[in-house]
Nanobody, 116 residues
Framework: QVQLVESGGGVVQAGGSLRLSCVASGGIFSIDRMAWYRQTPGKQRELVATITSGGTTNYADSVKGRFSISRGNAKNTVYLQMNSLIPDDTAIYYC??????????WGRGTQVTVSS
């Protein structure tokens, strides 16, 4: 059983930066992909960024050039560096992992609020 714990959310002014972290425990040797999603009330959860076990990254168009996803040396940690934040980035950010058997796990989320 994989558990994911996010941290790093908070309140920041528009134009500022935040760095989110997610630490995975249990089953980490079979992680195929890690990702960040976000969700606002009344909207579907949307994909923000992904990183594969090989290091390939992918970003939503809305965050390209502003956000950067990376993994820690221990491979059980994923980061999301968020720069030039705008109010539309306000959301609960969720860490997600997909294992080699295609099972998927979610963290409980961390709130990011960008004030104008």
């Amino acid at each position: 059983q994989v558990q994911l714990v996010e941290s790093g959310g908070g309140v920041v002014q528009a134009g500022g930066s935040l760095r989110l972290s997610c630490v995975a425990s249990g089953g980490i040797f079979s992680i195929d992909r890690m990702a960040w999603y976000r969700q606002t009330p009344g909207k579907q959860r949307e994909l923000v960024a992904t990183i594969t076990s090989g290091g390939t990254t992918n970003y939503a168009d809305s965050v390209k050039g502003r956000f950067s996803i990376s993994r820690g040396n221990a491979k059980n940690t994923v980061y999301l560096q968020m720069n030039s934040l705008i109010p539309d980035d306000t959301a609960i950010y969720y860490c997600n992992t997909r294992l080699s058997d295609l099972s998927i796990y979610w963290g409980r989320g961390t709130q990011v609020t960008v004030s104008s």
